[in-house]
């Protein structure tokens, strides 16, 4: 969830009623036509949040106020990117505010990750709902020259914060653009995916926020964090050796293994149960931190969007990519820059729409097609034309769309070791911050796992004719293991020609679309754990959320299986321990992990895909 470039961009407004606490300052040479006023905003708490105001010195007209919030710092990244992420908007004219969240930098208070909703019932309590509302009643008593209207934006951590806004959103927030946001951390965004403990992010995330007012960098004594995560052990020894209970977030996870009140609370699924104002939802296919979110925020609302308010953006990305320039991630080029393109035909007009009464409204869904490099526009989505086909695990590593016909008991295994586990990006693994293959590892190729002996790999013939994904993507396995619990890791990939004429360098890539895990514990139930009765067949269904993805003729489509994906997710000790943040050294245990395929247990890849090869 954290996004720090572009977060913080942008510059223009009026003047300020300047009153005792606010402090004028002189800007940077790129807005020498701005009047910058900083403030320390009071809450109903009396915390104060410190708060930077941006102004156009002769407005032509009463302007809108553009709002983003966040807990990375705003002291100077406006100047700094005034002509940046930001410019389009910058060039249409707003006034811009920016707000270190309570706690962090500059602002007073205590921070809270995720900080759940306050009760409502006592005035007295806070969350971030309540501190945007006190500071919109301050803008607009304090700031002039604004209409009356009022929008926010962000990317990850921002983007939940203008979520949250939205919930029950002040009177004057006419608009909102969450990007990036994470909806539920226990099952799908930066924390935990169905369950399984996201170990790398979560670790060095904490560490960032939680010890000290300011971003901070955990120190790895190993260039190779593989390794370090490795030797680490149980996670037991992370508090014995590194936190030492001091980081709450930390120490929330270790209280609540399990998708319990705490979650729950924190979530914001149950709350999206009505379009409060125009939303413009955000999301990147490659985003490596909150892939669910902005989808899942999306879905969510559109059962209650009666009046057409709520929207859909997804491009070739990944986390905040769309900020700065997005031709490319990696090795893979979209055919032009992709993020300029949204920022001016879909972010600019969709505020001028709402904020200031100009334009028209933007489509309902606008999506990119990768593989294909381009945009498609859609009136609901997944498309009504969707439909499911499926494509079933075979013997010798086939994927067909044919029903397998082998024995009850067909079957492929191998051994997971934990000692030994499969890594999710090639070795050595650097830091997630600052990098640099942390933003650009869901496109690396996938070869470096393929073929090892405890990674199983099933792949279609070339294809005939091209096949589109608009929608779910779904993998179910049938599968048993020796122990009481494992994890499954399935990835869809798109394996390419060993001829590749537009880039021979990418001879037989092999392109990560998407992954998951699932945890075998919670096979019945996130909320109550079971273990795993040692050899029996249990069904496992892993969600690898939307995608929309042209495999073209020649190309072929894989699915890699495996039980490790090291350290982005946590080792399963494969035995069942009541709590794994608690399990040490001595729980570890290979296990014989058996996935079916026969016509009793037909494993397989289910994906919406759009008819007669995709076209429209």
């Given at each position: 969830?954290?996004?720090?470039?572009?977060l913080?961009?942008?510059?223009?407004?009026?003047?300020?009623?300047v009153?005792?606490?606010?402090v004028a300052?002189?800007?940077?040479?790129?807005?020498?036509?701005?009047?910058?006023?900083?403030?320390?905003?009071?809450?109903?708490?009396g915390?104060s949040?410190?708060?930077?105001?941006?102004?156009?010195k002769?407005?032509?007209?009463?302007?809108?106020?553009?709002?983003?919030?966040?807990?990375?710092g705003?002291e100077?990244?406006?100047?700094?990117?005034?002509r940046?992420?930001?410019?389009e908007?910058?060039?249409?004219?707003?006034?811009?505010?920016?707000q270190?969240?309570?706690?962090?930098?500059?602002?007073?208070?205590?921070?809270?990750?995720?900080?759940?909703?306050?009760?409502p019932?006592?005035?007295?309590?806070?969350?971030?709902?309540?501190?945007?509302a006190?500071?919109i009643?301050?803008l607009?008593?304090?700031?002039?020259?604004?209409?009356?209207?009022?929008?926010?934006?962000?990317?990850?951590?921002?983007?939940?914060?203008?979520?949250?806004?939205?919930?029950d959103p002040?009177?004057a927030l006419?608009?909102?653009?969450?990007?990036?946001s994470?909806?539920?951390?226990?099952?799908?965004?930066?924390?935990?995916?169905?369950?399984?403990?996201?170990?790398s992010?979560?670790?060095?995330?904490?560490a960032?926020?939680?010890?000290?007012?300011?971003?901070?960098?955990?120190?790895?004594?190993?260039?190779?964090?593989?390794?370090?995560?490795?030797?680490?052990?149980?996670?037991?020894n992370?508090?014995?050796?590194?936190?030492?209970?001091?980081?709450?977030?930390?120490?929330?996870?270790?209280?609540?293994?399990?998708y319990?009140?705490?979650w729950?609370r924190?979530?914001?699924?149950?709350?999206?149960?009505?379009?409060?104002?125009?939303?413009?939802n955000?999301?990147g296919w490659?985003?490596?931190?909150?892939?669910?979110?902005?989808?899942r925020?999306?879905?969510?609302l559109?059962?209650?969007d009666r009046?057409?308010?709520?929207?859909?953006?997804?491009?070739?990305?990944?986390?905040g990519?769309?900020?700065?320039?997005a031709d490319r991630l990696?090795?893979?080029?979209?055919?032009?820059?992709t993020?300029?393109?949204?920022?001016?035909k879909?972010?600019?007009?969709?505020?001028?729409?709402?904020?200031?009464?100009?334009?028209?409204?933007?489509?309902?869904?606008?999506?990119?097609?990768?593989?294909?490099?381009?945009?498609?526009?859609?009136?609901?989505?997944?498309?009504?034309?969707a439909?499911a086909?499926?494509?079933?695990?075979?013997?010798?590593?086939?994927l067909?769309?044919?029903?397998?016909?082998?024995?009850e008991?067909?079957?492929?295994?191998?051994v997971?070791?934990?000692?030994?586990?499969v890594?999710?990006r090639?070795?050595p693994v650097?830091p997630?911050y600052?990098g640099?293959?942390w933003?650009?590892?869901m496109?690396?190729?996938?070869?470096?796992t393929?073929?090892r002996?405890d990674?199983?790999?099933?792949?279609?013939?070339p294809?005939?004719e091209?096949?589109?994904?608009a929608?779910k993507?779904?993998?179910?396995?049938?599968?048993?293991?020796?122990?009481?619990?494992?994890?499954w890791?399935?990835?869809?990939?798109?394996?390419y020609p060993?001829?590749?004429?537009?880039?021979p360098?990418m001879?037989g890539?092999q392109?990560?679309?998407?992954?998951?895990?699932?945890?075998?514990?919670?096979r019945?139930s996130?909320?109550?754990?079971?273990?795993?009765?040692p050899?029996?067949v249990?069904?496992?269904v892993?969600?690898?959320?939307?995608?929309?993805h042209r495999?073209?003729?020649?190309?072929k489509?894989?699915?890699?299986?495996s039980?490790?994906?090291?350290?982005?997710?946590?080792?399963?000790?494969?035995?069942?321990?009541?709590?794994?943040?608690?399990?040490?050294?001595?729980?570890?245990?290979?296990?014989?992990?058996?996935?079916?395929?026969?016509?009793?247990?037909?494993?397989?890849?289910?994906?919406?895909?759009?008819?007669?090869?995709?076209?429209?």
């Amino acid at each position: 969830m954290r996004r720090i470039t572009g977060l913080v961009v942008l510059a223009a407004g009026l003047c300020l009623a300047v009153g005792p606490a606010n402090v004028a300052r002189p800007q940077a040479p790129a807005a020498a036509k701005l009047v910058r006023t900083d403030a320390m905003v009071p809450t109903r708490d009396g915390a104060s949040l410190f708060t930077i105001v941006f102004a156009p010195k002769e407005p032509a007209e009463p302007l809108p106020i553009l709002m983003i919030r966040t807990p990375y710092g705003i002291e100077g990244r406006p100047e700094r990117n005034f002509r940046g992420s930001l410019k389009e908007l910058a060039d249409d004219g707003y006034i811009f505010v920016f707000q270190d969240i309570r706690g962090r930098y500059k602002s007073e208070g205590t921070f809270v990750m995720c900080r759940p909703p306050r009760d409502p019932d006592n005035p007295k309590t806070v969350d971030e709902a309540s501190d945007t509302a006190d500071t919109i009643d301050w803008l607009l008593k304090n700031v002039k020259g604004h209409n009356g209207k009022v929008g926010m934006l962000g990317v990850s951590y921002p983007g939940w914060l203008t979520a949250v806004a939205m919930l029950d959103p002040h009177p004057a927030l006419k608009a909102v653009s969450p990007q990036a946001s994470p909806v539920d951390m226990f099952l799908g965004d930066d924390f935990h995916h169905n369950g399984a403990f996201r170990l790398s992010y979560g670790f060095e995330y904490v560490a960032m926020m939680e010890t000290d007012k300011t971003n901070f960098s955990f120190k790895f004594d190993r260039h190779d964090s593989y390794e370090w995560y490795l030797k680490l052990g149980g996670l037991a020894n992370v508090n014995r050796r590194h936190f030492h209970a001091k980081l709450p977030s930390w120490n929330d996870f270790v209280a609540h293994p399990n998708y319990d009140a705490f979650w729950k609370r924190q979530s914001l699924e149950p709350r999206l149960t009505k379009v409060t104002v125009p939303t413009l939802n955000v999301g990147g296919w490659y985003d490596q931190e909150d892939f669910r979110g902005p989808q899942r925020i999306y879905e969510l609302l559109e059962r209650h969007d009666r009046e057409d308010q709520n929207f859909l953006v997804v491009g070739p990305w990944n986390h905040g990519q769309w900020d700065g320039r997005a031709d490319r991630l990696g090795r893979v080029t979209w055919g032009g820059d992709t993020a300029r393109h949204y920022r001016e035909k879909i972010q600019a007009p969709f505020f001028a729409r709402y904020l200031k009464g100009k334009g028209d409204a933007p489509p309902e869904a606008r999506v990119f097609q990768t593989g294909a490099n381009r945009w498609e526009t859609y009136d609901r989505w997944p498309p009504k034309e969707a439909a499911a086909r499926r494509f079933y695990l075979q013997p010798g590593g086939k994927l067909s769309p044919a029903m397998p016909l082998g024995p009850e008991d067909g079957a492929d295994e191998y051994v997971s070791d934990p000692a030994n586990p499969v890594p999710y990006r090639p070795r050595p693994v650097r830091p997630t911050y600052p990098g640099p293959e942390w933003p650009v590892w869901m496109v690396q190729d996938q070869r470096f796992t393929h073929r090892r002996p405890d990674v199983l790999s099933y792949e279609t013939d070339p294809l005939t004719e091209d096949v589109v994904v608009a929608g779910k993507m779904t993998v179910k396995l049938f599968a048993a293991t020796s122990g009481t619990d494992c994890d499954w890791v399935a990835r869809l990939i798109d394996v390419y020609p060993e001829e590749y004429d537009p880039d021979p360098g990418m001879g037989g890539y092999q392109l990560l679309i998407a992954g998951e895990p699932v945890r075998a514990r919670f096979r019945k139930s996130l909320e109550a754990p079971e273990a795993v009765e040692p050899d029996r067949v249990e069904e496992y269904v892993i969600d690898l959320n939307w995608g929309h993805h042209r495999f073209h003729k020649g190309h072929k489509i894989m699915v890699q299986l495996s039980s490790t994906w090291f350290p982005l997710i946590d080792r399963n000790p494969q035995k069942y321990v009541p709590n794994i943040y608690q399990a040490e050294d001595a729980d570890f245990q290979k296990a014989r992990q058996r996935v079916f395929r026969s016509v009793k247990f037909p494993s397989h890849v289910e994906l919406d895909t759009l008819p007669a090869g995709g076209t429209r």
